[in-house]
Protein backbone atom coordinates (compact mmCIF):
# COMPACT_ATOMS: atom_id res chain seq x y z
CA UNK A 1 0.00 0.00 0.00
CA UNK A 2 2.91 2.29 0.80
CA UNK A 3 4.76 2.05 -2.33
CA UNK A 4 1.59 1.71 -4.30
CA UNK A 5 0.41 5.32 -3.57
CA UNK A 6 3.71 6.31 -2.63
CA UNK A 7 4.21 6.62 -6.18
CA UNK A 8 2.11 9.45 -6.71
CA UNK A 9 1.89 11.13 -2.88
CA UNK A 10 1.17 14.67 -4.50
CA UNK A 11 -1.99 13.56 -6.01
CA UNK A 12 -2.74 10.68 -3.47
CA UNK A 13 -1.35 12.28 0.02
CA UNK A 14 -4.42 10.68 2.48
CA UNK A 15 -4.02 7.55 1.17
CA UNK A 16 -0.07 7.80 1.33
CA UNK A 17 -0.60 9.36 4.73
CA UNK A 18 -2.76 6.22 4.97
CA UNK A 19 -0.65 3.50 4.98
CA UNK A 20 1.79 5.70 6.94
CA UNK A 21 2.13 3.01 9.45
CA UNK A 22 3.08 0.00 7.05
CA UNK A 23 6.48 -0.16 7.96
CA UNK A 24 6.13 0.29 11.47
CA UNK A 25 3.73 -2.87 11.44
CA UNK A 26 6.87 -4.71 9.96
CA UNK A 27 9.04 -3.66 12.75
CA UNK A 28 5.96 -4.67 15.56
CA UNK A 29 5.69 -8.13 14.18
CA UNK A 30 9.73 -8.88 13.95
CA UNK A 31 9.32 -8.33 17.72
CA UNK A 32 6.58 -9.75 18.29
CA UNK A 33 7.69 -13.22 16.78
CA UNK A 34 10.98 -13.01 17.76
CA UNK A 35 11.02 -11.27 21.85
CA UNK A 36 8.33 -13.65 22.98
CA UNK A 37 11.33 -16.57 22.18
CA UNK A 38 12.98 -18.18 26.00
CA UNK A 39 15.77 -17.91 24.84
CA UNK A 40 17.43 -16.18 21.89
CA UNK A 41 21.56 -17.37 21.60
CA UNK A 42 24.14 -15.77 18.75
CA UNK A 43 24.22 -18.70 17.12
CA UNK A 44 20.58 -18.58 16.27
CA UNK A 45 20.88 -14.83 15.37
CA UNK A 46 23.70 -15.05 13.21
CA UNK A 47 21.65 -17.97 11.01
CA UNK A 48 18.74 -15.53 10.79
CA UNK A 49 21.42 -12.26 9.45
CA UNK A 50 22.93 -15.18 7.23
CA UNK A 51 19.58 -15.81 6.09
CA UNK A 52 18.51 -12.66 4.89
CA UNK A 53 22.27 -12.01 3.19
CA UNK A 54 21.42 -14.97 1.59
CA UNK A 55 18.08 -13.45 0.14
CA UNK A 56 19.59 -10.09 -0.84
CA UNK A 57 22.20 -11.30 -2.80
CA UNK A 58 19.98 -14.05 -4.25
CA UNK A 59 17.68 -11.17 -5.37
CA UNK A 60 20.39 -9.73 -7.26
CA UNK A 61 21.75 -12.78 -8.78
CA UNK A 62 18.51 -13.24 -10.75
CA UNK A 63 18.67 -9.28 -11.75
CA UNK A 64 21.98 -9.48 -12.83
CA UNK A 65 21.15 -13.36 -15.04
CA UNK A 66 17.96 -11.11 -16.48
CA UNK A 67 20.41 -7.88 -17.11
CA UNK A 68 22.29 -10.04 -18.91
CA UNK A 69 19.74 -11.54 -21.22
CA UNK A 70 17.28 -8.36 -21.70
CA UNK A 71 20.32 -5.81 -21.96
CA UNK A 72 23.43 -7.95 -22.10
CA UNK A 73 24.62 -5.95 -18.87
CA UNK A 74 26.79 -7.17 -16.35
CA UNK A 75 25.83 -5.97 -12.79
CA UNK A 76 27.87 -7.03 -9.55
CA UNK A 77 25.06 -8.51 -7.38
CA UNK A 78 27.20 -7.76 -4.39
CA UNK A 79 27.98 -4.55 -4.71
CA UNK A 80 24.39 -4.13 -5.65
CA UNK A 81 23.44 -6.11 -2.47
CA UNK A 82 25.12 -3.27 -0.52
CA UNK A 83 23.61 -0.76 -2.43
CA UNK A 84 20.34 -1.55 -1.68
CA UNK A 85 20.63 -1.49 2.29
CA UNK A 86 21.30 1.99 1.87
CA UNK A 87 18.31 2.36 -0.25
CA UNK A 88 20.03 2.28 -3.85
CA UNK A 89 19.80 -0.05 -6.71
CA UNK A 90 16.46 -1.91 -8.21
CA UNK A 91 15.89 -3.55 -4.76
CA UNK A 92 16.00 -0.43 -2.70
CA UNK A 93 13.34 -1.48 -0.37
CA UNK A 94 16.36 -4.17 1.10
CA UNK A 95 17.05 -1.05 3.46
CA UNK A 96 14.58 -3.16 5.74
CA UNK A 97 16.69 -5.89 6.20
CA UNK A 98 19.67 -3.80 6.94
CA UNK A 99 17.63 -1.62 9.70
CA UNK A 100 16.73 -5.52 10.92
CA UNK A 101 20.34 -6.82 10.97
CA UNK A 102 22.34 -4.40 13.32
CA UNK A 103 18.30 -4.75 15.56
CA UNK A 104 20.09 -8.83 15.43
CA UNK A 105 23.20 -7.80 16.42
CA UNK A 106 22.23 -6.25 19.86
CA UNK A 107 18.93 -8.73 20.38
CA UNK A 108 20.74 -11.61 22.20
CA UNK A 109 22.24 -8.49 25.01
CA UNK A 110 18.73 -6.77 25.12
CA UNK A 111 17.27 -10.23 25.62
CA UNK A 112 19.44 -11.66 28.39
CA UNK A 113 19.60 -8.05 30.52
CA UNK A 114 16.27 -6.40 29.55
CA UNK A 115 13.41 -8.18 27.39
CA UNK A 116 12.96 -10.86 30.20
CA UNK A 117 12.84 -8.38 33.11
CA UNK A 118 9.19 -6.49 33.11
CA UNK A 119 10.24 -3.97 35.04
CA UNK A 120 13.67 -3.04 33.47
CA UNK A 121 11.50 -3.48 29.97
CA UNK A 122 9.09 -1.15 31.27
CA UNK A 123 11.90 1.32 31.80
CA UNK A 124 13.67 0.62 28.61
CA UNK A 125 10.28 1.25 26.38
CA UNK A 126 9.81 4.77 28.39
CA UNK A 127 13.29 5.84 27.09
CA UNK A 128 13.37 4.90 23.55
CA UNK A 129 9.48 6.62 23.57
CA UNK A 130 11.34 9.63 25.43
CA UNK A 131 13.84 9.63 22.50
CA UNK A 132 11.90 9.51 19.94
CA UNK A 133 9.60 12.23 21.26
CA UNK A 134 12.72 14.80 21.34
CA UNK A 135 13.76 13.38 17.57
CA UNK A 136 10.60 14.74 16.39
CA UNK A 137 10.10 17.81 18.23
CA UNK A 138 13.97 18.52 16.77
CA UNK A 139 13.10 17.62 13.55
CA UNK A 140 9.62 20.23 13.56
CA UNK A 141 11.96 22.64 15.17
CA UNK A 142 14.98 22.47 12.74
CA UNK A 143 17.07 21.59 15.45
CA UNK A 144 18.16 18.46 14.72
CA UNK A 145 18.24 19.13 10.75
CA UNK A 146 21.15 16.25 10.24
CA UNK A 147 19.12 13.52 11.65
CA UNK A 148 16.30 14.84 9.72
CA UNK A 149 18.48 13.42 6.86
CA UNK A 150 18.08 9.54 8.07
CA UNK A 151 14.83 9.62 7.75
CA UNK A 152 14.59 10.31 4.30
CA UNK A 153 17.70 9.28 2.52
CA UNK A 154 19.78 6.31 1.96
CA UNK A 155 20.71 6.27 6.10
CA UNK A 156 17.47 5.27 6.82
CA UNK A 157 18.34 2.10 7.70
CA UNK A 158 20.38 3.40 11.09
CA UNK A 159 17.39 5.26 12.16
CA UNK A 160 17.75 2.37 15.15
CA UNK A 161 15.98 4.52 17.33
CA UNK A 162 12.53 4.57 15.67
CA UNK A 163 13.12 1.10 14.54
CA UNK A 164 14.12 -0.12 18.09
CA UNK A 165 11.20 1.52 19.20
CA UNK A 166 8.59 -0.30 17.35
CA UNK A 167 10.57 -3.36 17.15
CA UNK A 168 10.60 -3.59 21.53
CA UNK A 169 7.34 -2.21 21.47
CA UNK A 170 6.01 -5.48 19.05
CA UNK A 171 7.79 -7.86 21.99
CA UNK A 172 6.58 -5.69 24.98
CA UNK A 173 2.96 -6.79 23.28
CA UNK A 174 4.07 -10.37 23.08
CA UNK A 175 5.61 -10.92 26.08
CA UNK A 176 2.56 -9.06 28.46
CA UNK A 177 -0.38 -8.34 26.50
CA UNK A 178 -1.93 -5.54 25.36
CA UNK A 179 -2.86 -2.24 27.43
CA UNK A 180 -6.22 -1.40 26.33
CA UNK A 181 -8.84 -2.58 28.03
CA UNK A 182 -11.95 -1.45 26.33
CA UNK A 183 -14.24 -3.01 23.95
CA UNK A 184 -13.38 -3.75 19.96
CA UNK A 185 -16.24 -2.04 18.95
CA UNK A 186 -15.13 1.11 20.65
CA UNK A 187 -11.11 0.65 19.86
CA UNK A 188 -12.45 0.77 16.26
CA UNK A 189 -14.08 4.21 17.12
CA UNK A 190 -10.50 5.76 18.47
CA UNK A 191 -8.76 4.00 15.78
CA UNK A 192 -10.98 6.07 13.13
CA UNK A 193 -10.77 8.81 15.07
CA UNK A 194 -6.83 8.67 15.37
CA UNK A 195 -6.43 8.20 11.89
CA UNK A 196 -8.12 11.20 10.82
CA UNK A 197 -6.37 13.20 13.14
CA UNK A 198 -2.83 11.33 11.78
CA UNK A 199 -3.75 12.75 7.90
CA UNK A 200 -4.77 16.26 9.05
CA UNK A 201 -1.48 16.26 11.21
CA UNK A 202 1.01 15.11 8.84
CA UNK A 203 -1.32 16.92 5.81
CA UNK A 204 -0.40 20.20 7.54
CA UNK A 205 3.04 19.35 8.66
CA UNK A 206 3.81 18.37 4.84
CA UNK A 207 2.61 21.40 3.24
CA UNK A 208 3.91 24.42 6.36
CA UNK A 209 6.42 22.52 8.17
CA UNK A 210 8.63 19.70 6.12
CA UNK A 211 7.16 20.95 2.65
CA UNK A 212 7.42 17.81 1.47
CA UNK A 213 5.48 15.01 1.08
CA UNK A 214 6.98 12.36 3.38
CA UNK A 215 5.28 10.56 5.97
CA UNK A 216 8.93 8.80 7.03
CA UNK A 217 8.77 12.50 8.99
CA UNK A 218 6.36 11.47 11.73
CA UNK A 219 7.15 8.45 12.47
CA UNK A 220 8.57 9.54 15.85
CA UNK A 221 5.57 11.26 16.39
CA UNK A 222 3.39 10.35 19.65
CA UNK A 223 -0.09 10.36 16.85
CA UNK A 224 1.85 7.68 14.45
CA UNK A 225 2.55 5.58 18.00
CA UNK A 226 -0.74 5.86 18.54
CA UNK A 227 -2.09 4.64 15.09
CA UNK A 228 0.40 1.72 15.46
CA UNK A 229 0.18 0.42 18.24
CA UNK A 230 -4.31 0.35 18.48
CA UNK A 231 -3.93 -0.71 14.53
CA UNK A 232 -2.10 -3.79 15.90
CA UNK A 233 -3.92 -4.20 19.12
CA UNK A 234 -7.00 -4.57 17.20
CA UNK A 235 -5.49 -6.73 14.23
CA UNK A 236 -4.26 -9.18 17.16
CA UNK A 237 -7.56 -9.36 19.28
CA UNK A 238 -9.90 -9.67 15.96
CA UNK A 239 -10.93 -13.11 15.97
CA UNK A 240 -10.59 -15.60 13.02
CA UNK A 241 -13.38 -17.95 11.72
CA UNK A 242 -12.00 -21.47 11.52
CA UNK A 243 -12.38 -21.63 7.98
CA UNK A 244 -9.85 -18.49 7.82
CA UNK A 245 -7.12 -19.52 9.47
CA UNK A 246 -5.42 -21.69 7.03
CA UNK A 247 -6.09 -18.12 4.12
CA UNK A 248 -4.35 -16.51 6.74
CA UNK A 249 -1.42 -18.69 7.55
CA UNK A 250 -0.67 -18.77 4.00
CA UNK A 251 -0.48 -14.86 3.47
CA UNK A 252 1.11 -14.93 6.51
CA UNK A 253 3.97 -17.21 4.58
CA UNK A 254 3.82 -15.20 1.79
CA UNK A 255 4.76 -12.24 3.77
CA UNK A 256 8.21 -11.75 2.87
CA UNK A 257 7.75 -12.76 -0.80
CA UNK A 258 5.29 -9.99 -1.26
CA UNK A 259 7.39 -7.15 0.65
CA UNK A 260 9.91 -8.21 -2.38
CA UNK A 261 8.32 -8.77 -5.30
CA UNK A 262 5.38 -5.97 -4.83
CA UNK A 263 7.32 -3.17 -5.65
CA UNK A 264 8.15 -4.63 -9.36
CA UNK A 265 4.47 -5.04 -9.64
CA UNK A 266 3.69 -1.69 -8.65
CA UNK A 267 5.80 0.01 -11.36
CA UNK A 268 4.68 -2.11 -14.36
CA UNK A 269 1.39 -1.39 -13.84
CA UNK A 270 1.97 2.39 -13.25
CA UNK A 271 3.32 1.82 -16.73
CA UNK A 272 0.64 1.24 -18.16
CA UNK A 273 -1.79 3.71 -15.91
CA UNK A 274 -2.26 7.30 -18.23
CA UNK A 275 -3.95 8.49 -14.49
CA UNK A 276 -3.15 9.50 -11.05
CA UNK A 277 -6.56 9.04 -9.94
CA UNK A 278 -7.41 7.75 -6.48
CA UNK A 279 -9.93 5.17 -8.16
CA UNK A 280 -7.06 3.63 -10.12
CA UNK A 281 -4.59 3.69 -7.61
CA UNK A 282 -6.63 1.92 -5.80
CA UNK A 283 -7.23 -0.53 -8.55
CA UNK A 284 -3.33 -0.99 -9.06
CA UNK A 285 -2.97 -1.82 -5.38
CA UNK A 286 -5.75 -4.45 -5.30
CA UNK A 287 -4.18 -6.00 -8.27
CA UNK A 288 -0.55 -5.30 -6.08
CA UNK A 289 -2.02 -7.22 -3.57
CA UNK A 290 -3.19 -10.71 -5.68
CA UNK A 291 -0.48 -10.71 -8.32
CA UNK A 292 2.26 -10.45 -5.60
CA UNK A 293 0.10 -13.26 -3.15
CA UNK A 294 -0.44 -15.77 -6.55
CA UNK A 295 3.02 -15.41 -7.77
CA UNK A 296 4.94 -15.50 -3.79
CA UNK A 297 2.73 -19.20 -3.49
CA UNK A 298 3.51 -20.25 -6.86
CA UNK A 299 7.47 -19.48 -6.02
CA UNK A 300 7.10 -21.22 -2.80
CA UNK A 301 6.07 -24.48 -3.83
CA UNK A 302 9.33 -24.97 -5.74
CA UNK A 303 12.31 -26.63 -4.34
CA UNK A 304 15.50 -24.85 -4.27
CA UNK A 305 13.61 -21.70 -5.99
CA UNK A 306 11.57 -21.42 -3.02
CA UNK A 307 14.42 -19.74 -0.99
CA UNK A 308 13.63 -16.77 -3.06
CA UNK A 309 10.90 -15.87 -0.93
CA UNK A 310 11.25 -18.05 2.79
CA UNK A 311 13.64 -16.88 5.48
Not at 69 to 96: A, H, M, T
Not at 156 to 167: A, D, M
Request: charged letters at 15%.
Amino acid sequence: MLHTFGHNRNDNSILYYLSSISVLLFFMTNGYLLIKKDNITYRYIAKKILDIIKIIILWNIVLMIYKIIVYQNLSNPFKESIKNIFLRGDFFQFWFFGAIIIIYFILPILHKNIFTKEKIYKYFMIVLFFINIIVDIGIITGKLNNIRTYATNELQFVRIWTWLFYFSLGGYYSKYGSRIRISIKKEILILILIIIVQIAYQSFMGKWIYHEVQMSLTYDNIITMLYCYIMFDILMKKSIKENRIILIKELSNNTLGVYIIHLKIVLSLNSINSTNSVFMTSIIFILTIVISNIIVYLVRKVPMVNQLVNL
